[in-house]
């Protein structure tokens, strides 16, 4: 409550496990992978964990427990942004090895490049959050909604809560009216017909890309040094 951070991982951030209320408030679910960045080891030597179009490099590259932390979430998070403005996944691969193989060393298409929508500037937030190397990375969340909110700030926009809710009450009217709403400071559980993940909220049509739908733990074979 007081602002501390927690030193918590999740290692899942997904369009899934984004939940947006009648209210208009956000948040970020379902942390059954979550780690803690202190004190923790991998899950297990070889394996890693999480749905693999959303997987930072340093998860795949098996660089150890330290490698994983905050930003690891934020780069996850610019691939859920990524997804939200082009309609298309960063990187596609015929399968699974193939897209372990890309997402470390394949630099992506910048979003206003596919979408021409998407402005230069907002372009350039989404590509910092997913840069390789994670000392290039906004190295916070509050870093990365600073950096979103002056963009926003800058285009003459500003969406608050009211305006989230009015916009849900609007694509999912018909359930609200059967579900009282929360106030603005609570949330309903994920399982809730209060609330929507951002990928039931998408509008923009299918995601083409590997079907990545469960949280996954693949094995694989690590070079030692």
């Not at 956000?26 to 942390?31: A, G, N, Q, R």
């Not at 990928?199 to 079907?211: A, L, N, V, Y």
Request: charge should be neutral; glycine fraction near 10%.
């Amino acid at each position: 409550d007081d602002g501390t951070s927690l030193k918590i991982v999740h290692r899942d951030v997904t369009p899934e496990h984004i939940m947006i209320s009648f209210a208009g408030v956000t948040k970020v679910v379902d942390f059954g992978i979550a780690k803690a960045t202190t004190g923790a080891t991998m899950t297990r030597a070889g394996k890693i964990k999480g749905k693999l179009a959303y997987l930072a490099p340093e998860q795949i590259s098996g660089a150890g427990s330290s490698a994983v932390d905050n930003r690891t979430d934020i780069y996850a998070l610019g691939v859920v942004l990524y997804e939200m403005l082009t309609g298309v996944r960063p990187f596609r691969a015929p399968n699974d090895m193939a897209l372990l193989l890309k997402i470390p060393k394949e630099i992506p298409t910048p979003p206003s490049e596919i979408a021409r929508w998407v402005p230069a500037r907002l372009s350039d937030i989404i590509m910092r959050a997913m840069h390789k190397d994670a000392t290039k990375r906004h190295q916070t969340a509050g870093e990365l909604g600073e950096e979103l909110e002056a963009f926003l700030t800058s285009v003459g926009t500003y969406p608050s809560e009211r305006h989230v809710s009015a916009y849900m009450c609007k694509l999912f009217g018909e359930e609200e009216r059967r579900v009282p709403v929360l106030g603005t400071g609570g949330f309903p559980s994920s399982g809730s017909s209060t609330s929507k993940s951002l990928q039931e909220s998408r509008t923009t049509g299918e995601i083409k890309g590997p079907d990545t739908a469960g949280s996954i733990s693949i094995e694989i074979a690590l070079d030692e040094a």
